[in-house]
């Protein structure tokens, strides 16, 4: 497999891992060594509201373990919704978590017991023995937000439901650009907005040159009062300190090792720790999000009512040249053309956005497509790229101001006839 840049994360494996616990003590067998010890020692003040503040700790106190984990709490935000999960899960009642993201959330170069998502789900099961607990790992390697909040309805919320916990982790795959901001507060509000009231947390992510969206979506996990988990804060200064290096964390450009797993898992173990103690990081004063639609916008949510089409819930109008094919396990339900007279394939679709999931390749035999809404050229589609490995890429097509009716037609572009285009699903909001 040809090395792809850090932060377009390597190897698609897994989109969604499922599993449930409960009914009886659940035993993990790959719990982080050090969740049963004691948790992180706090020098804390009690605050007029009756709040534990978190204050600075004389260094010596703490083990640089722990001064590492602490520093990975950005924000402990409003904890409501956590701790009410936390009172179902005490009285025993079903509650699922979910973690979508890219690679480091699938879990990619290490087991699928040793990924921090499982990990931190294994803690959960063993302070929960007699609650059922479902697994929901949506993580899809390479993929950034813009994908994210495309397939959130069809790998977070279908599996079981709507989930109790989610975890939100896109800061290496993300770019700076206005799509990936738009893109990643539609998924937070998406998630924020669902009617069982999930209690969301943000996870910063870094590669070993430093590479983090983290300022633009803290901005976003600030502007909702949520949680922030930084991998990327409590890393750095472990390195800058002297108290591990890259090579203790990853064997790679960005992916956790199986000890680096473990820390991201101990990081957010002591977050749940500070829930249930009321130990507080940063602001602490965020109210709760009880009406999203009366919280004002950050960027510009247009996504946030994303649905997933592909051939099993979208029929062409023609289909020209194309088949139904398995593209890739995690989009089974495409279309693929490898040539012909470039008929191309168009359909009927009500939407207000439009966005097309495409197989991209670092080989010369995937071509350009053209899609035209309502008969106009609205995007170029390239397909080839040097960067590709046999991966899912979502591209912005159009958005109207308000959703219709539209004929949406894939072709070649001209001089293209010859080549391989693959549609994996189109994205749309209504």
Not at 134 to 162: C, I, K, Q
Not at 292 to 320: C, F, Q, R, W
Not at 399 to 408: E, I
């Amino acid at each position: 497999m040809k090395k792809i840049p850090a932060c377009i994360a390597a190897g698609i494996i897994i989109t969604t891992m499922l599993g449930s616990c409960g009914g009886s003590p659940a035993v993990s067998t790959s719990a982080p060594a050090d969740v049963s010890s004691p948790a992180v020692q706090k020098s804390d003040a009690v605050s007029e509201t009756g709040a534990v503040t978190v204050t600075d700790a004389p260094e010596k106190e703490l083990s640089d373990r722990e001064k590492i984990i602490r520093k990975a709490i950005l924000d402990t935000g409003n904890t409501e919704r956590f701790r009410k999960v936390f009172a179902k899960a005490a009285a025993g009642e079903e509650i699922t978590v979910a973690y979508i993201g890219g690679s480091i959330t699938e879990g990619y170069t290490i087991k699928p017991e040793e990924c921090w998502a499982k990990l931190t789900y294994d803690w959960l099961c063993e302070k929960y023995p007699d609650t059922k607990i479902n697994y929901v790992n949506a993580g899809m390697s390479g993929t950034p937000s813009s994908l994210g909040v495309v397939r959130a309805e069809r790998d977070v919320l279908a599996p079981y439901g709507d989930p109790d916990i989610i975890f939100v982790e896109f800061a290496v795959n993300d770019g700076t650009d206005k799509l990936c901001k738009d893109s990643y507060e539609s998924l937070v509000r998406r998630f924020l907005a669902l009617d069982t009231e999930p209690a969301v947390a943000l996870l910063f992510m870094r590669t070993d040159t430093g590479y983090s969206c983290q300022a633009q979506q803290s901005a976003v996990g600030e502007h909702y009062g949520l949680p922030m988990i930084s991998l990327n804060d409590g890393l750095t200064y472990a390195i800058d300190e002297g108290l591990m290096s890259w090579a203790d964390y990853s064997n790679d450009g960005a992916h956790p090792n199986p000890e680096g797993a473990k820390l991201v898992a101990e990081m957010i173990e002591y977050f749940y720790e500070c829930v249930e103690d009321g130990t507080v990081f940063g602001d602490g004063n965020a109210p709760a999000v009880t009406d999203i639609n009366a919280v004002e916008p950050l960027y510009a949510p247009a996504y946030t009512n994303m649905h997933l089409l592909d051939s099993k819930t979208l029929t062409p109008v023609s289909v020209g040249e194309y088949s139904e094919k398995e593209i890739l396990g995690t989009f089974p339900n495409g279309w693929y053309r490898k040539g012909g007279d470039n008929e191309g394939i168009s359909f009927e679709m009500t939407f207000e956005s439009l966005f097309l999931v495409f197989h991209c390749n670092d080989n010369k035999k995937f071509g350009t497509a053209e899609v035209f809404v309502d008969g106009e050229l609205a995007a170029e589609v390239p397909s080839y790229s040097n960067e590709g490995w046999s991966n899912p890429v979502p591209k912005f097509i159009t958005r109207f101001d308000t959703a219709g009716t539209h004929t949406v037609e894939v072709k070649m572009k001209e001089g293209q006839e010859d080549t391989y285009f693959g549609i994996l699903c189109f994205g749309v909001t209504d």
